[in-house]
């Protein structure tokens, strides 16, 4: 009878919690308050995380240099295709190593400040996101900060090394809407892939066990944009374009700097349609993430 009363009682709190913070969940949704007790709790906890990475600086650096050597293979593969053919769908190895770079250093960017929301499904199945619920503090930038893996800055190393590359290979006819779309272009990538981690994070309070789904348009979507859409069939181009906008992240800005086709024969000015395509991304995670929140009952024990 006891244990019924505290399996009950934890269950009661467990639904308090969630139905407490929920408002602050995603703080682009609230006031400047709760954007600044965002930003400060994620600095807070991520700090915390990188003074414990710092504590072992050797360690540090060889899992800096492993992540910049594992992320730096994909670009090898591409390397030796381009050792047996001169080209892949009329793009040659720079102009694909500037779709490899650009998705690189915006997927990396994004994964190193938000990739550990992928952990959300594990926390669900094990009660431990209850210990969150109750902190007067965003569950969202909780979550985000929690084990910050300072490591993955190889990956936003690499793609920014092969991008380099990219740029001094090629004979870009710069103008000065092409070298400010450059920056905008990254941190609109950025967000877009950051829109999608908390969307497959909202995804898993409904399905607890859908870490490796979440993988397949993160990590899977990144694959996919180290490659031009010429190589692809036109459901798969459409898909992420109109569905899942990951064509924003480098396929359509690149078109334009490259003087390329655009994917599906868009007018011109979707160019720069990054920065509200990214905003209309994070505005819908927003919500997803609100609503499996809410729905978010807790384990009872």
Known sequence: MAEGGAGTGARAAGERGAAAPAGEAF???????????GLRTYGLIAGMW??????????????VGASFA???????AIWLMFSRVDALGGWSLPEIAFLYGLC?????????AIGSMERLGRRVRDGTLDTLLVRPAPVLAQLAADRFALRRVGRVAQGGLVLGYALAALDVGWTPLKVLLMPVTVVSGAAIFAAVFVAGAAFQFV???????????????????????VVFGQE?????????????????????VLDRPYPLDLPGWTA???PPV????????????????RSYRSTGS
């Open 272 to 274: 720069f349609a990054a």
């Open 70 to 76: 594992v992320t730096g293979l994909d670009f090898v």
């Open 278 to 293: 990214a905003a209309g991304c994070c505005a819908l995670a927003g919500l997803a993430w609100r609503a499996g929140l």
């Open 27 to 37: 703080p682009a949704g609230g006031g400047d308050g709760r954007v600044r007790a």
């Open 50 to 63: 990188i003074r414990s990475t710092m504590a072992y600086r050797a360690s540090f650096v060889m899992t």
């Open 104 to 112: 690189g250093v915006s997927f990396g960017l994004a994964d190193l």
């Open 236 to 256: 798969m181009v459409r898909g992420v374009t109109f569905v899942l906008p990951l064509a924003f992240v480098n396929w359509v800005p690149a078109s334009y």
């Open 207 to 229: 399905a607890q066990d859908a870490s490796e789904v979440q993988n397949a348009f993160t990590y899977g979507g990144a694959t996919l944009l180290q490659y031009p859409p």
